[in-house]
């Protein structure tokens, strides 16, 4: 990767500025960046509630709050956003909101997509949809809402995702608004669980088995579209500024990274994620890749999982140090951490799918039952769990040739050293960034000027290190004697 790093002198005061803003599961970040380098020019943050079932006004009410600590958007000439995928905004016929909306990584959905999988047949939503259905999935929080909230599917005309209902909200709409303008993009539709790779369109048949009724659902616009502009009266954000189409937040991840084929990304943070990029869509039969769409009109092959970086928050917290200290410590056991094993499953696991497990430390003796220890099972455990997903997409054809590794949890050097020891591919680090909101950024630049900005990124490599099979193979056992399969 070449690199440019604009320092501040650089950055003139007339310059064109543009905003990205990322609703994630966590937060709601804001960035405004300057159009022609791409360079951060301020930022914004405020936090969302740590509840899996959510009144969606909350994620609203956060996007002003960070629009007004990145000090507004009176200067800014476009913006787009990029949000957690799969979680769904109910709406009635008016444009209110029937109920509050389960969260991707609601776990009250297991029981409503096994039942989507028995009615339909695993394989038949897969060749459909790309989609090994899961919990996650938009269709199986449409069965949720079905079976659990009969009013409010009875109530519930129209059916969004967060990021295309923050644009709406954006538009000037809400209750009472016009539920027409309501716009999404390739990437938000084919994380639904009702969009077919293969056509570009929904699956009408697929919500109605799930929900037993048919809904609006939102317009599927181009990467480079304008969704709308801003409506009057938002606090902070003027009348008149273009809104660009917007993305899932991975599709815009990978958007501001710029990967190619055979580029794989890892992104260790709320969730653990590897995607990579490829032409045609994929169909995995063996239940573990999802097919998404990425932002630029191409697909997103992508594995993920429910236990990540919160893994490591939990073990430094146990251990009463930092997150550095524990990355220290970890750093001071030998690879495979003396037999210790941690199964990281804290909040079940999507991949696999194993919703009731919790996680287990295995192979604990008065020996190895120590502090670095401990904290490298943690980390181990964790990117065990990882690595497994890279052999997901080796086994759709999908051939990794250099990894990048992003998130909250990459500066790690323990989570660096480990993962090198585990994975014989070249591993870029690419510069601390908020990418999602960076590729949101990317995505209103666009709605300026029709096409995506060329901005670069900065990354090291890291050197290689020697193999350590031992850690793997010890996941590998702890798994077989629990009886779970990978």
């Known amino acids: 990767m070449s690199a440019i790093r604009v320092t501040d002198s650089d950055h003139a005061s007339n310059a064109t500025l543009i ?17 022609a380098t791409g360079k951060q020019v301020r930022w914004g943050k405020a936090s969302h509630p740590s509840s899996t079932i959510v009144d969606p006004e909350v994620w609203w009410e956060a996007l002003l709050t960070a629009v007004r600590r990145a000090g507004g958007f009176s200067d800014v000439s476009a913006i787009s956003i990029s949000g ?20 991707w990584n609601d776990l009250g959905s297991h029981s409503h997509m096994v039942a989507l999988n028995d009615e339909l047949g695993k394989d038949e939503w897969i060749k459909r949809t790309g989609l090994p259905i899961t919990l996650s999935d938009t269709v199986s929080k449409l069965r949720w809402l079905k079976d659990e909230r009969p009013d409010a599917a009875d109530r519930t005309f129209a059916v969004a995702v967060v990021h295309d209902w923050l644009s709406w909200r954006l538009m000037g709409e809400g209750p009472g608004g016009n539920l027409a303008r309501l716009m999404t993009d390739r990437s938000e539709a084919s994380g639904t669980g009702y969009w077919s790779p293969d056509n570009g369109d929904y699956c009408l048949d697929l919500v109605k088995h799930a929900l037993g009724k048919e809904v609006l659902l939102p317009k599927i616009l181009g990467p480079t579209d ?41 992104s260790l943070g709320t969730s653990g994620v590897v ?53 220290e410590l970890a750093l001071q056991a030998n690879p495979g951490a003396g037999g210790l094993t941690l199964l990281p499953f804290f909040e079940g696991e999507r991949t696999p799918d194993l919703p009731t497990a919790r996680a287990s430390l295995h192979d604990a003796t008065l020996g190895n039952f120590t502090r670095p220890n401990f904290a490298r099972a943690i980390i181990e455990g964790t990117l065990a769990s990882q690595v497994g997903m890279l052999d997901a997409l080796k086994q759709c054809g999908l051939e990794s040739q250099r990894l990048l590794l992003i998130g909250g949890a990459a500066p790690s050097a323990a989570v660096q ?55 793997l193979d010890q996941h590998q056992s702890a798994m077989d004697r629990l009886g779970y399969l990978n």
């Open 275 to 327: 995607y990579t990029r490829s032409d045609k869509s994929v169909h995995d039969l063996n239940g573990y890749v999802c097919n998404y769409a990425d932002a630029t009109g191409k697909h997103l092959p992508l594995v993920a999982t429910f236990n990540a970086a919160r893994n490591f928050e939990a073990g430094a917290a146990l251990l009463n140090c930092s997150y550095t200290e524990l990355s």
């Open 19 to 35: 905003a990205g803003i990322d609703s994630s599961t966590q937060s709601c970040k804001v960035t405004v960046r300057d159009l």
């Open 84 to 103: 957690q995928q799969h979680t769904p905004i109910f709406l009635d016929v008016n444009g209110s909101v029937t109920t509050d909306s389960p969260l």
């Open 417 to 471: 050293t480990v993962l090198s020891q585990l994975v014989d591919l070249p591993m870029i680090i690419p510069e601390p960034d908020e990418y999602v909101a960076k590729g949101a950024a990317m995505q209103a630049a666009a709605a300026l000027d029709g096409e995506f900005p060329q901005w670069q990124v900065e990354a090291v490599q890291l050197p290689p290190m020697a193999h350590e099979s031992r850690i």
């Open 226 to 266: 304008v969704a709308g502009v801003t409506g009057r009266g938002i606090p902070g954000i003027p009348e008149g500024i273009p809104i660009g189409v917007g993305s899932g937040d991975n599709a815009a991840a990978a958007l501001s990274l710029g990967i190619n084929n055979g580029d794989v990304v890892m």
